[in-house]
């Protein structure tokens, strides 16, 4: 089969041959149709001190099971995140983390809904939004963002707005239905808000809180850093609450299985709608890589196998 690798921090990626996998015990061997491509895995890259698999949010066909597994079976349609190889034909997927595709839906739709879908809801939920509120998101054009702002209005925002890098992602976040745009480089963010969620952390986590209301709360699910006066937080009685979805994942696995199903009927009833920026070769996967780096995308970058 064929897989992407990398050798040293930083790349280049390349294409090998290697053998397929086999699966242990509680492992679905899946062939993969389609693999989403996030910020955090292209940060290992960049960023770890040495290389590690290339792993992520896939989607495809079962074609083995492991001893103990009782869920799936050969043929079944699944997705799911990787902790392997899965930059790769072939992927091993745990039980516990995959996820059956409704008949109704390709594999590009399941990785562009579900993972990015569970971290939108989980960042909402951990935002206890209440009928009636405001809500701002941040990188709201992301694979993320762009279901985030759609499930604040789901759950009873009145107010959406969207913060973009670049104003020329305006009209992509107008037709998700959000009621205004601002970019982070605006010196007025418009009127406070009940809640934000951030996926962008450093520099961005200042105007992020001062676009609070008092008694505003600000989620960040971001892996880029920053910090936060405690002063910002007092004057306002503002709070910040950290969301990270591997925790749901390991501790809440009824819940994590809860939030899957809720979106796929959101899906199904047309009131979510995943957007995919493109779609590439397993052998562009850099190319893949930098549209993400470049803050370039509008919706999800999914490589096809």
């Not at 910020?39 to 495809?60: C, D, M, N, S």
């Not at 759950?155 to 745009?181: M, N, Q, Y």
């Not at 990270?244 to 809440?252: F, L, V, Y």
């Not at 190319?287 to 919706?299: F, Q, T, W």
Request: net charge negative; aromatic share 6%.
């Amino acid at each position: 089969m064929r897989r992407i690798r990398y050798e040293s921090t930083g790349g280049p990626l390349f294409l090998e041959d290697a053998p397929v996998p086999e699966p242990s015990p509680g492992e679905l061997l899946v062939r993969c149709e389609a693999i989403g491509v996030t910020l955090p895995v292209i940060r290992k890259v960049t960023e770890a001190a040495e290389p590690i698999p290339l792993g992520g949010e896939i989607a495809g066909e079962v074609v083995a099971v492991g001893a103990g597994v009782n869920r799936f079976g050969a043929g079944d349609r699944v997705t799911g995140l990787c902790f392997g190889h899965g930059y790769a034909d072939f992927a091993l997927l745990h039980e516990a983390m995959a996820s059956p595709i409704p008949e109704t839906a390709s594999a590009v739709d399941a990785v562009a809904l579900v993972r990015s879908g569970l971290v939108a809801l989980g960042a909402l939920a951990a935002a206890h939004p209440e009928p009636g509120e405001s809500a701002l998101v941040t990188a709201a054009a992301s694979g993320v963002g762009h279901l985030a702002v759609q499930l604040a209005r789901v759950r009873g925002a009145t107010r959406v707005v969207a913060a973009v890098s670049d104003p020329a992602k305006t009209a992509f976040v107008r037709s998700l239905g959000v009621d205004e745009v601002i970019a982070y480089a605006d010196e007025s963010w418009g009127e406070p808000v009940d809640y934000a969620l951030d996926a962008v952390g450093g520099e961005l986590l200042t105007p992020a809180v001062g676009a609070l209301a008092p008694g505003g709360r600000l989620v960040a699910y971001s892996s880029g850093g920053g910090t936060i006066q405690a002063y910002d937080l007092l004057v306002g009685a503002k709070s910040v609450i950290g969301f990270q979805m591997a925790r749901i994942a390991r501790g809440r696995p009824e819940l994590y299985e809860r939030w899957r199903r809720e979106l796929w009927a959101l899906f199904a009833a047309g009131a979510l709608r995943p957007a995919v920026h493109g779609e590439f070769a397993l052998a562009d996967a850099a190319r893949a890589h930098a549209v993400i780096e470049s803050r370039g995308n509008l919706g999800k970058v999914v490589l096809r196998t």
